[in-house]
């Protein structure tokens, strides 16, 4: 009988922690990033190397990626989905996406070459951007190869980033 009311107890606290940690927790599942349990933080500054889960844009990529199913968990404003990301470019920065991958100020990023189709065989859209990144822009990329991020999606904007 001791074992239950602790078991009671424990698992109560358990579910008020997560009640009002809810927004707090994210549970990454897929392999774009490693896997695992972020919890969300407040940081006034975004600095490259942080890892952000960003509002994908209203774009026509970005409904693709929806439409075919790459994305679930979809809770964004508009119905868009979310991604969990590292910054690798932030305002100032030079930046290429094109075809032979995602360069930042002259250095390409290692696993940033787009796939021409995805596992079913579609077209993936591609990318050609040259431009300095703008005050409220930032590169997401993921750390996999098949990673969907700026590679596909172009500078995301401050706005979309929900937290580091």
């Given at each position: 009988?001791?074992?239950?009311?602790?078991?009671?107890?424990?698992?109560?606290?358990?579910?008020?922690f997560?009640w009002?940690?809810?927004?707090?927790?994210?549970?990454?599942?897929?392999?774009?990033?490693?896997?695992?349990?972020?919890?969300?933080?407040?940081?006034?500054?975004?600095?490259?190397?942080?890892?952000?889960?960003?509002?994908?844009?209203?774009?026509?990529?970005?409904?693709?990626?929806?439409?075919?199913?790459?994305?679930?968990?979809?809770?964004?404003?508009?119905?868009?989905?979310?991604?969990?990301?590292?910054?690798?470019?932030?305002?100032?920065?030079?930046?290429?996406?094109?075809?032979?991958?995602?360069?930042?100020?002259?250095?390409?990023?290692?696993?940033?070459?787009?796939?021409?189709?995805?596992?079913?065989g579609?077209?993936?859209?591609?990318?050609?951007?040259?431009?300095?990144?703008?005050?409220?822009?930032?590169?997401?990329?993921?750390?996999?190869?098949?990673?969907?991020?700026?590679?596909?999606?172009?500078?995301?904007?401050?706005?979309?980033?929900?937290?580091?």
């Amino acid at each position: 009988m001791k074992i239950l009311k602790t078991l009671i107890v424990v698992f109560a606290g358990l579910f008020v922690f997560f009640w009002f940690a809810k927004d707090r927790i994210v549970i990454n599942p897929t392999a774009s990033m490693p896997i695992g349990v972020y919890w969300r933080y407040d940081k006034p500054i975004l600095e490259r190397g942080d890892i952000v889960l960003a509002c994908l844009p209203d774009s026509q990529e970005s409904r693709l990626f929806i439409d075919r199913g790459y994305l679930y968990g979809v809770s964004c404003p508009g119905g868009h989905g979310k991604i969990l990301k590292t910054i690798r470019g932030i305002p100032g920065d030079q930046v290429i996406i094109s075809r032979f991958g995602v360069t930042i100020n002259g250095k390409r990023i290692e696993n940033s070459l787009p796939q021409s189709k995805d596992r079913l065989g579609r077209e993936m859209p591609i990318k050609d951007i040259q431009k300095t990144l703008s005050e409220n822009e930032y590169i997401l990329m993921g750390i996999h190869p098949q990673s969907l991020d700026s590679r596909y999606l172009g500078p995301i904007l401050k706005k979309q980033i929900m937290f580091p």
